[in-house]
């Protein structure tokens, strides 16, 4: 006993079946993130939009989504949506849940993922419309533009780009809280990683795998990212380091 | 809807949260210490403390929390022979991961004050530890309280996942108990309002010191 008292064998990696279980999981990861992001972008946007519309009572829907899907865990979020919400359907729709949905883990984890994270979208696209100075619209409507025009021409250009920096950051962030699905049994690339060790007793080479898998692609977007950053920028705008 | 199982193990449930408690304000305490240590680091001119504190923070960043608890989890009984503890493997890695989030908010804190005032410490005689610690950290620790608030909500809410390693916190109880019940509509919002109460009180906190924060800097 004692230190690296542990013989390594990193041919876990690749060895058969486990190397495919390891792309299969790296795969899930992908697909789970995605998807969810692309709920989380429609939603995210709308509920955005409803925070800043001058109407009180969508206002207050938006200002209630922020405020419960950002102050639960995710992990509560996402045992309701796994354990609970087919229980809140009607019977004949949960016998046809269960009977033709396989990988119903799957989908839950999809929109738990994608409503959280569509909370914490609809914060950054307000603060990004937030962050255009008044003086923009008041001179685009000065030169006589209609409110679709303004929007079009004028306050979009120049939002998309302000909330491309902290949308990648969001996009990162739903990337790696995918892992969070395992406790509902989705088989992406972290409980891929665990579930290898439970058959070899080698879950410090696979977790590291897994780690390396993260940053990898955590690094491929966030340099993609500040690349088209740079080819986007506004001139005279600072652009993030 | 039958809140009856609510209340008949709402002490059993209610049991867990003070182990949540207590794994958030370990975390919160010892994360804020070992994040200054980064954030000096990441700030110091020495390249010998910039780039170690630097791969550190993009490394644990990088990666997502359950995986963190994971690795060490695996790793830790290789270093030493020994199995680990499920409750030291929970909070050393949340004290680990959430460090360095920490020393981000403290650098950007430390960052937003003028260097005019480090300068001026300095042309006064100070020392560099004296300006770090009479001139410096006092105002940017001012300017860094409510994103630090939000931070600890963040954790707050982290601490569920203990869960994985099987720590009998709050979430891991009310799961037990539904796994016994099978009442998961009840359970869940249950559960969900209980973090809802805390984190919201935790959020509206942050606002408001957000606010006084801008008035003050403002008069």
Known sequence: MGILNYTFDWSVL????????????????????????????????????????????????????VQVFRNTPLLVQLFFWYFAAPLLLPKPAQAWLYDNVPNYAFWAGVVALGTYTASRVAEQFRAGLMAIPRDQYRAAYATGLTTVQV???????????????????????????????????????THTAYYIDSFTWHGLETTTAASAVYLC????????????????????????? | ???????????????????????????????????TLLALARLSSRVWLYWPATAYIHFFRGLPLILVIFWLYFLFPVITGKPMQAFAAAIVSFIVFEAAYFAEIIRAGIQSIPEGQSMAARASGLTGYQTVRYVI????????????????????????????IGLREFLRRVNLVDAREARSVELYLFAGAVYFAICSAGSLASQRLEKRRERMSLA
């Open chain 1, 14 to 65: 690749w060895r058969d079946p486990y190397g495919g279980m390891l792309v299969k999981g790296i795969l899930t990861t992908l697909q789970l993130s995605l998807l969810a992001w692309l709920i989380a972008l429609v939603l995210g946007l709308a509920v955005g939009l409803c925070r800043v519309l001058p109407l009180r009572f969508t206002r207050l829907v938006g200002g209630a989504y």
């Open chain 1, 151 to 189: 929007y079009r021409y004028v306050i979009a250009p120049f939002a998309l780009r302000l909330i491309l920096p902290p949308f990648t950051t969001e996009f990162l962030t739903c990337f790696k809280n995918s892992a969070l699905a395992m406790t509902i049994g989705v088989m992406e690339v």
């Open chain 1, 217 to 241: 692609i955590a690094a491929c977007i966030t340099a993609g990212m500040a690349f088209t950053e740079k080819r986007v920028r506004i001139p005279g705008m600072i652009v993030r380091r």
């Open chain 2, 1 to 35: 809807m039958d809140l009856d199982v609510v209340s008949d193990n709402f002490a059993f449930m209610m049991g867990g949260l003070g182990l949540t408690v207590q794994l958030a304000v370990i975390t919160i305490v010892c994360g804020l210490m070992l994040g």
């Open chain 2, 137 to 164: 950290l006092p105002q940017a620790l001012r300017n860094m309280v409510p994103a630090l608030v939000t931070q600890s909500v963040v954790i707050f809410q982290d601490t569920s996942l203990a869960y994985v």
